[in-house]
Structures are given as structure tokens and as C-alpha cells.
């Protein structure tokens, strides 16, 4: 079975300074990843995907994150922090190909302080 | 992205009635929607799969008699609770892909269920 661990419940991070949210998965075949964000009240968004095309996946709002198969991870990260930023991210695994039996992690909660 | 709209965003409801909740893709048509349960300080976890027209896929230890799904169009799925009960207190989301599952699934804003 295919699992995702996120090492962080909680990442406090200054405004302007880099973000690193950390996820690792097991997965005994080439895994479909993503990462969404939820904000408070607000449904899912589909921040990036990794389907075995390029490690390194760029998403919106100036994240990325980069599949690195020897460490079996798909850490998520972007260059300077926005208040904006604040909320809940999911690394998630995809069980079932594509967008099926999608398995998400714990979550990661980012608090940007000003 | 496409927009999945989820109805009630939140209901409370008293032990031992029944809620329906709704999911409906506003712009494209949806063969395969999910549907998810959050818990308090948790992760989202799949509660079933429903393709349109066809009986929905539930996962290991979710009852499907309490979780009535239907899809019964390609714009629409509901998830009714069945005599619920406080334990089934609950944050619900609903996903929709046009693809079969293969392609972009976008999620509902979810549904903040209640019993009393």
C-alpha cells in the first residue's frame, strides 16, 4: 500500500524568507504526487503535480517541489514567504493512477509571520 | 480550474435523522466523483468512489448502508447520512474528474456536518 509521511505538523516561517514543508512516500511502483493547499473554509486547490515527467515540478504561486526517487521524497518548497501563504498543505499519493484512491498526509500547517 | 460546488456548507442536524448533502460540477461533466471525510485535526480520507450511473465503490470500513451515494448525472452526486449520530460530526468533501479519475479532480469547498 502506498503511504505519504509529512515530517511537520507546523512550519512558522517570517514573511520574504524561504518555505520547506517536507513530505517522503512509500509507494513499490513510479507514484502519481501531489501537493494542495486549503485554506480556512475553502476547498482544495492542486497546487502541483509529479507524474513522472521532470523531478522538478513547478506549481502555482511560485511553489515547487522535486521528486527525488533515491530519498523517496517530494519536498515542497518556494523562494520567499507571503502572508497569503498561510494555510494547510496535503503531499498526496495517488493509490489508484491519475486522480483515484488518492492517499493524503497529515497536512503540514504554514504560518507566515509578518 | 473548473468549479465543483458543494451544498450545505454547514448543517446541523439532530441523532437519528437523516442528511443529504450535495455535489455538483458547475462547468464540466463529472463520470467519477469521491467523496472525503475530515476529522478534526486530520487528514482527508476516501470514503467512496461513485461513477454516473453506476453504484458507488466504498472503502474498507466505511458502511454503505449509513452513506447512501448517488450519482445520478453527470453533474451531480449526493451523500446522504443516514440516521446519523454524533460520531458522524464531520467535515465532508466531495471531488469531481471529467476523466475517469485521470483527469483533474477539484474539490467542493466541503460540508461541516453536525449532529446533535
Known amino acids: 500500500a502506498q503511504s505519504v509521511t509529512q515530517l511537520d505538523s507546523h512550519v512558522s516561517v517570517s514573511e520574504g524568507t524561504p518555505v520547506l514543508l517536507r513530505c517522503n512516500y512509500s509507494?513499490?511502483?513510479?507514484?502519481?504526487l501531489f501537493w494542495y493547499v486549503q485554506h480556512p473554509n475553502k476547498g482544495l486547490q492542486l497546487l502541483l503535480k509529479y507524474t513522472s515527467a521532470a523531478t522538478l515540478v513547478k506549481g502555482i504561486n511560485g511553489f515547487e517541489a522535486e521528486f527525488k526517487k533515491s530519498e523517496t521524497s517530494f519536498h515542497l518548497t518556494k523562494p520567499s514567504a507571503h502572508m497569503s501563504d498561510a494555510a494547510e498543505y496535503f503531499c498526496?499519493?495517488?493509490?489508484?493512477?491519475?486522480?483515484?484512491?488518492?492517499?493524503f498526509g497529515a497536512g503540514t500547517r504554514l504560518a507566515v509571520h509578518p | 480550474g473548473a468549479v465543483v460546488s458543494q451544498h450545505p456548507s454547514r448543517v446541523i442536524c439532530k441523532s437519528g435523522t437523516s442528511v443529504k448533502i450535495e455535489c455538483r460540477s458547475l462547468d464540466f461533466q463529472a463520470t467519477t466523483m469521491f467523496w472525503y471525510r475530515q476529522f478534526p485535526k486530520q487528514s482527508l480520507m476516501l470514503m467512496a468512489t461513485s461513477n454516473e450511473g453506476s453504484k458507488a465503490t466504498y472503502e474498507q470500513g466505511v458502511e454503505k448502508d449509513k452513506f447512501l451515494i448517488n450519482h445520478a448525472s453527470l453533474t451531480l452526486s449526493t451523500l446522504t447520512v443516514t440516521s446519523a449520530h454524533p460520531e458522524d460530526s464531520s467535515f465532508y468533501i466531495c471531488s469531481a474528474s471529467s476523466g475517469a479519475g485521470f483527469a483533474e479532480a477539484f474539490f467542493g469547498q466541503g460540508t461541516r456536518l453536525t449532529v446533535v
Open positions: 498526496v499519493v495517488s493509490e489508484g493512477g491519475g486522480y483515484n484512491k488518492l492517499i
Open positions: 509507494s513499490s511502483y513510479s507514484p502519481s
